[in-house]
């Protein structure tokens, strides 16, 4: 039966020639209307992490930042903590173009600024 789907599809993609000559066709080139999907070598791994919750932190940080990002073998991770040892944990990646960015967002401590707010709040 799938034969036959590919068949059919196969010759719907089959034109005559522009010269009129109806005992040969020509394939015709596939058009596509959908934007091409990002090939896996245009994001970088900017962190791994071995719990899930660290790694949606992350995410959250890079979103909020306006970096798109996106969390690779987290499901595997979860199946299994040991997958996270033979896969190198769950890696977060982002744009070739955005990497320095996330990872200066990844890098800054903001623990001064909690505690300086804790302290404030038990003052009043």
Do not use: C
Request: net charge negative.
């Amino acid at each position: 039966m799938l034969g036959i789907a590919i068949l059919a599809r196969l010759m719907g993609s089959l034109v005559p020639p522009e010269d009129g000559n109806e005992d040969t066709y020509v394939r015709q080139p596939a058009t596509s209307h959908e934007d091409p999907k990002p090939d896996m070598d245009e994001f970088v791994t900017v962190a791994t992490y071995d719990k899930s919750i660290d790694a949606h932190i992350a995410l959250g940080r890079l979103s909020v930042e306006g970096i798109e990002a996106q969390l690779f073998d987290e499901q595997m991770v979860q199946m299994d903590w040991l997958y996270s040892i033979a896969l190198g944990g769950i890696k977060l990646r982002v744009a070739r173009s955005d990497a320095q960015a996330a990872r200066k967002v990844l890098e800054t401590d903001y623990s001064a600024v909690l505690d300086e707010a804790d302290e404030s709040e038990s003052e009043k």
